[in-house]
């Protein structure tokens, strides 16, 4: 099992930038996947963006892709670098691992692991 905590959540402006992070611990070497979900009030958990632990392969929803960047420093922490930030980004934000070697990284069925949220709240 691996646990996951996110930090650096805020409030901050339409077209500010922040930059989110997810520390894993446990069985950290197992995980082929992490990724970024986000959940705003009254909505479904939608995907946010994922990084392959093996290759380093990323893949981001339509609505983030060219603003949000999905990276790691080692094999315990991953970062959510978000620019342009938008009233719609507006969300809890979670961390997410999986240690399936396939996966449709959109689901949230297929991620094993989460940390328990940050908020990011934009304001217009």
Not at 57 to 83: C, E, H, P, W
């Amino acid at each position: 099992q691996v646990q996951l905590v996110e930090s650096g959540g805020g409030l901050v402006q339409a077209g500010d930038s922040l930059r989110i992070s997810c520390a894993a611990s446990g069985r950290t070497f197992t995980s082929t996947f992490m990724g970024w979900f986000r959940q705003a009030p009254g909505k479904e958990r939608e995907f946010v963006a994922a990084l392959a632990r093996s290759g380093g392969a990323t893949y981001y929803a339509d609505s983030v892709k060219g603003r949000f960047t999905i990276s790691r420093d080692n094999a315990i922490t991953v970062y959510l670098q978000m620019n342009s930030l938008k009233p719609e980004d507006t969300a809890i934000y979670y961390c997410a691992a999986t240690t399936r070697k396939a996966i449709v990284v959109v689901s949230p069925l297929h991620w094993d692991s989460w940390g328990s949220g940050t908020q990011v709240t934009v304001s217009s």
